[in-house]
């Protein structure tokens, strides 16, 4: 299996994932709706096929001649693209899907827009008929620097739940041994990484690091910043408070441990990843 298609390589768990594909010697398409966007990420050594996931046609056309697909997507085309990738590969000679899901997709907590549109992506792939593994990650730490905005870091909820932190660079890592190692075939594999440790506490680490300014975290009540949403007409904000919600109700769920033992554990722990990260911007 020598060229993958991947579709959301430029986005936070999408880049990772078609560099390490590449570093280990697979031939990558990244499938793009900004071309230009994507040659400035990657370089030109990266095929690029212009298209739109809503488009049927650019997707089939991007799909021919390569042996499997990572669909990265997330968002409100999520599940459209995985129907459509799972509709067309057996017709385009595609042999192999992977697609991110997420550590708490399961039908208990379907009655969530967003995890209701996953399980509905995870089904079109397990039927399609070619081999998969569809991975369940936690929360990468690549998200810390999200929550510092405007000299503030702050979380909504108590998010209360230990969380597995896994670095990118370990998950591009291991969905690329799953193109090369038989043994993830059909597999629904949770994505843990090495240590729990609650978001206040990940993001007070993080601070301390990049921003020694911040003195602490703030923890900002569910309500008020739906309200805050709602009176400034701002519908992202309305939109990630009840993410965050959601995600103070469920935690984190899933077991790591067959997914370590199949693709080899995540080794990045915060500690390393924040002196890398620093190194990296000195």
């Known amino acids: 299996m020598r060229k993958i298609l991947v579709l959301g390589g430029t986005g936070l768990l999408g880049k ?3 560099a390490r594909l590449k570093s280990d010697g697979f031939e990558v398409r990244l499938f793009a709706r900004d071309p230009a966007k994507a040659q400035k990420v990657f370089g030109d050594s990266y095929e690029i096929a212009p298209g739109d996931v809503t488009n049927h046609g650019q997707v089939e056309a991007a799909m021919r001649g390569c042996n499997g697909v990572h669909i990265s997507i997330g968002g409100e085309f999520d599940r459209l693209s995985a ?16 697609y991110v899901s997420g550590s708490t997709v399961c039908p208990q907590n379907g009655w969530f827009p967003m995890i209701a549109q996953k399980l509905e992506a995870e089904k079109a792939i397990r039927e399609c008929g070619v081999g998969y593994t569809i991975f369940c990650p936690t929360w990468p ?78 923890v900002m009540p569910v ?20 993410l965050m919600n959601y995600f103070n109700k469920t935690g984190e769920l899933g077991d790591g441990s ?6 080899g554990a995540p080794e990045i722990t915060l500690e390393t990843w924040l002196e890398s990260r620093q190194t990296n911007t000195e």
Not at 83 to 98: C, D, F, H, N, R
Not at 223 to 242: H, Q
């Open 83 to 98: 129907e459509t990738v799972a509709e067309l590969a057996p017709s385009t000679g595609v042999e192999y899907i992977t």
């Open 141 to 218: 730490m690549e998200q810390l620097p999200r929550f510092v905005r405007d000299g503030r870091a702050a979380i909504i909820g108590e998010q209360p739940a230990p969380l597995h932190w896994f670095a990118c660079e370990d998950f591009g890592r291991m969905v690329s041994n799953a193109y090369q190692r038989e043994n993830s075939n059909r597999q629904r594999l949770f994505i843990h990484g090495p240590e729990a440790i609650p978001m206040k506490e990940a993001l007070e680490r993080y601070i301390r690091v990049f921003h020694p300014e911040i003195k602490s975290v703030t």
């Open 258 to 263: 067959e997914t370590n033992r199949l693709l």
């Open 223 to 242: 309500w008020l910043a739906k309200s805050m949403g709602v009176l400034t007409r701002n519908p992202m904000l309305k939109f990630f408070a009840e």
């Open 16 to 18: 990772p994932v078609a």
